[in-house]
């Protein structure tokens, strides 16, 4: 199994701003995705983190709203930029490889005021 | 394009009670189903992973099964407990360019004691 750790846990931002959150695997995974949980609602995908090269983003999610970095195979970043409110919502970082269990951190809960 | 089901949104129950959760999806094509647990405000935890030639997998009180051909999952939760109170989600990882996992709604689990 993988242990995720994501940072920050929480936050309270100011509409305008961006706020970067930090995705650390326990061990070298293939796969690293971003989801976004809102509120009362299931997972959506937000972008798959390619190792050495851009983000591959879901429809309705671009690189400038949501820059994602992933510099090896255990670490990655996703940027919430220029937040409104809407952007309120719980962040999840997920690894595994794919035939095996999807593991995920313990989640960002950003509000945006 | 994939969807998932889960049936029923809620669901309330007296403790020790035996129960099913049930998730359906759309495309049968999929290379494993996996059943998660979320607590309020927090990540997902993974209780049971299935691969696509698996019919069903075990762990301690709960039981999870897979029909792939008729694109169903049952969850079999033994001898509820209050501390199983929660949100139980289903995804499905299918194939294409990143093998991205798609959530259903989830159940809202309350075992009462």
């Known amino acids: 199994s993988a242990v995720i750790s994501q940072k920050p846990s929480r936050d309270i931002c100011q509409r305008g701003t961006s706020l970067t959150i930090q995705c650390q695997v326990d061990s070298q995974v293939t796969m690293m995705f971003w989801y976004r949980q809102q509120p009362g609602q299931s997972l959506t995908l937000i972008a798959t983190?390619?190792?050495?090269?851009?983000?591959?983003?879901e429809s309705g999610f671009v690189i400038d709203k949501f820059p994602i970095s992933r510099p090896n195979l255990t670490f990655s970043t996703l940027t919430v930029s220029n937040m409104s409110p809407e952007d309120s919502s719980i962040y999840l970082c997920s690894a595994g490889q794919m035939n095996t269990e999807a593991f995920f951190g313990q989640g960002t809960r950003l509000t945006v005021v | 394009k994939q969807e998932v089901t889960q049936i029923p949104a809620a669901l309330s129950v007296p403790e020790g009670e035996n129960l099913v959760l049930n998730c359906s999806f759309t495309d049968s094509a999929i290379y494993n189903l996996q059943w998660f647990r979320q607590d309020p405000g927090k990540g997902l935890t993974s209780l049971l992973l299935?691969?696509?030639?698996?019919r069903e997998q075990t762990s301690g009180r709960l039981n999870a099964s897979l029909d792939k051909s008729s694109g169903r999952s049952t969850l079999y939760i033994a001898a509820s407990q209050p501390g199983d109170s929660a949100t139980y989600l289903c995804a499905v990882r299918s194939g294409g360019s990143n093998y991205k996992l798609t959530f259903g709604k989830g159940t809202l689990l309350t075992v009462n004691p």
């Open positions: 299935i691969q696509s030639s698996q």
């Open positions: 983190a390619n190792q050495g090269s851009e983000a591959t983003y």
